[in-house]
């Protein structure tokens, strides 16, 4: 019943037939998982209760009225380890918070889990998000399941990884520069990230405040679609939630493109620096879209060249800030000290801080505090404001033009592991086409549709208008009807 | 060397703790009395992935502060991140407000020796507090219930030139919070606090001498006495020759002088930037209009109507105005009775008395403004005499009850009839015919004597000047 195939829609569809017992479901994929772990890593804590606690579920089947209110119940669900999870380790791949069980529940785990989902486990990152490769995770590197020596991405990569190798039926990501959709492009799965203010950031571990969104990573757009109503909307506890209405996404599904009106993002379309089965793939798409009645408009952005430079000013800077409470006194990391007489205040952060820390995020941490220094503030986080400013304009100027702009998630498909690990600067631009989304507050979603001459998923990129998810939906939708990438997950993923 | 060649230049800030009951970014209690760590939140101990909600409240505190000291309010206001490293800062940056502050360019008007003084005020910003450390031998224990406790710094332009200028400011500054009700400013709780800037220089020079920054120094007295010490202090240095070193001092209360915290090598660099987990604060004119027409009468014009419109001296005055709640009862009780000066004397004279006895404050006091002026129409109505409201006003305090009750249960109205009055000094005549005498052969002193002893058989009831009257009449007749 249950098989490398199976979406998360039909969970639901074969719990709620009584086809499968919850217990079954999060067995088979708490087996996955447990047996799949050493080679990949996709998960740095399982939930112990899960099991328990689907066991618990498996003779209280809700009733119809039930069902339209806990539209997930049963699923067991894999949650990226920057979401506080209520007695549940939450380490954000850090040294730092590895020993840190929170208190509390982030506003999505807590909606999560009054849909009736369950957690079956934590996934691996790259150390408080910062990465693109999940390389940098304290509790070790994870791998592609289509080719264990290439990363999954990030830094959401144990969230795809764990989605893609089925240790479970679907997954959270957040997303401040591209870490949901840059590795579901690498994983052959779909990821949204949804426009600034969709999604509660309360209790997710912040990097960048005002880029941070959370998101679903999935096997199918629906599923997607199926998780974003559960998470999103208005949230007392943060305030840049917006009160935007929450579409039944789902339920309007709508693979018609017919007049749809695609924007054709030049910049990036440049087939030079593009790796050429990214660049087919495109193709592939932009020829799909046309015959299905879409009109392809080619826009320009200028200033998305300069995505990259102003997501790393602004990025950093809000994270120096928002990771200094790491510090050692009420939680987290602290050093060994034989005694402290003697030991400055400043020695005991130091130390805790050094330690608790890994390389990329202290040099985040570095370029962050320098951004915002006196002296410095005007010629970098200033100036980077200001063009995010420009940025969000011109592309909102651009939405008067076209529906959805089109664009690649990234230059190339996955990478080797350890091939970007020492190349900063190659890794950092590796984000070039997912940044702007972020800077300038937009929805964006990445959709797989073909595996490149080496066997690795290739993904293209929809960006929509502030709040228009579901043209993202239905572009998706339309290409997974047409490229039907998923069906690849039951037969094509190599043996794991 | 002589002080008075030199002048000091002060400036405060001073932090207002508003009177809200939860902190300003997290639901946790703000009530002073609590064991350690009871008030406190994933927010307020800066938890992982925790967010900060605005307390409303605080705002509409902060703002009525700011039209109260004649500021403009910024419609559009930014809440700004002040980032620094100490283990009472749970967040490693302190939530305040930088260069977009919600009020700006104020002033506070205030008596000095009878004359009117003002002080600019810079800014008003709002921002959370810290928490507390507290060291226990060799242990630094730290209480988070101050954490996140909504606090409004309150900066003036440096423009006092004396010690006793600037603890008069904030002295003034306290009494216009707790007019209008935004903070109790009680400073042993710490509910307000104070910073002050000092620097010195001879008389006639234009430029700022190097500032030092004397900081959390609560009660006015030690802000008057640490400025006094750090004015003689700068004042010698440089008579020596010697420069000031621009730092930050504390006040030692129990050997009465000021010691260096730390040296300000560099200016801090606090790296504000916008937080960007709180949108700009907007309030629209409407609502700012509103509040102010919320707002009380200030002290200082409520002192001049005072005189003006019910003929009080300065002095009187400036004590019924002290706070807005003994201005209210007075005001209350002149309605009742239509006699101001009567009621400025009750109240600075006994009610004041029976107050510190007890140690209450006007809120509880067991006799109401109606009665006082229920009291004072009695006497001016002739129905008991001054003498009896004396001791009428003891048994109100004791009992709480009204004053006519009281006197139609105890027969204590005043004896107004000349008859009975008549009867009763020929009794006392009779009785002290040696006296009456004594008066008769020129000595008047006994006049005095006749006076009290029908007083004391009449148990004080009767009108006294018809017994004056009426006793002159049949002794002269």
Known sequence: MLDTGTTLSDVIRLIKERVVKVSEVTQFYLERATRLNPSINAFITVNDAVLDQAQKMDDQLPNQEQWEKQPLWGVPLGIKDMFCTKGLRTTAASRMLAQFVPPYDATVVSRLKQAGALILGKLNQDEFAMGSSTETSYFGQCRNPWHLEYVPGGSSGGSAAAVAASMCPAALGTDTGGSIRQPAHFCGIVGIKPTYGRVSRFGIVAFASSLDQAGPMTKTVEDAARILEVISGLDIKDQTTSSEKVPSWSNNLNPNVRGLRVGVLQEFMDKSSLNIDVARALEEVEAFLRKEGASLVPISLPLVKHGVSVYYLIASSEASSNLARYDGVRYGHRAQFDHFSGVTLERFYSRNRSEGFGAEVKSRIMLGTYCLSAGYYDAYYKKASQVRRLLRDDFLKAFQQCDVILSPVSTTPAFRLGERLHDPLQMYLNDICTVSVNLAGLCGISVPVTLSSQGLPIGVQFIGKPFDEQSLFNCGFALEKAFAFYRRFKNELPRL | MSYQDYECVIGLEIHAQLKTQSKMFSADSTQFEAADNAHT???????????PTPNRLGVE????????????????????????????????????????????????????????????????????????????????????????????????????????????????????????????????EGSMRCDCNISVRKKGETRLGTKVEIKNINSFRFVEKALEYEFERQVTLLHSGQAIVQETRLWDPDKNRTFSMRIKEDADDYRYFPDPDLLPLVVSSSYIEGLKKQLPELPLERFERFQKQYGLPSYDAEILTEEKEIADYFERAVVVCGNPKAVSNWMMTDLMRLLNDQKLDINQCPISSESLGELVQLIDSGTISGKIGKTLINEMWDTGRRPKQIVEEKGLVQISDEKVIEGIIDAVLKDHSHAVAEYRSGKTKSFGFLVGQIMKACKGQANPQKVNELLKKKLES
Do not use: W
């Open chain 2, 61 to 188: 505190l902060a703002i009525k502060t700011g039209l109260a000291l004649g500021c403009t309010i910024r419609e559009r206001s930014v809440f700004a991140r002040k980032n620094y490293f100490y283990p009472d800062l749970p967040k490693g940056y302190q939530i305040s407000q930088y260069d977009e502050p919600l009020c700006e360019n104020g002033r506070v008007i205030y008596l000095l020796d009878g004359a009117k003084k003002e002080v600019r005020i810079v800014r008003a910003h709002l921002e959370e507090d810290a928490g507390k450390s507290v060291h226990i031998g060799d242990a630094s224990l730290i209480n988070f219930n101050r954490s996140g406790i909504p606090l409004l710094e309150v900066v003036s332009a440096p423009d006092m030139r004396s010690p006793r200028e600037a603890a008069q400011y904030a002295k003034s500054l306290r009494q216009i919070l707790r007019y209008i009700g935004v903070c109790d400013g009680n400073l042993e």
């Open chain 2, 41 to 51: 939140s994933i927010v307020s101990v800066g938890m992982p992935g925790a967010l």
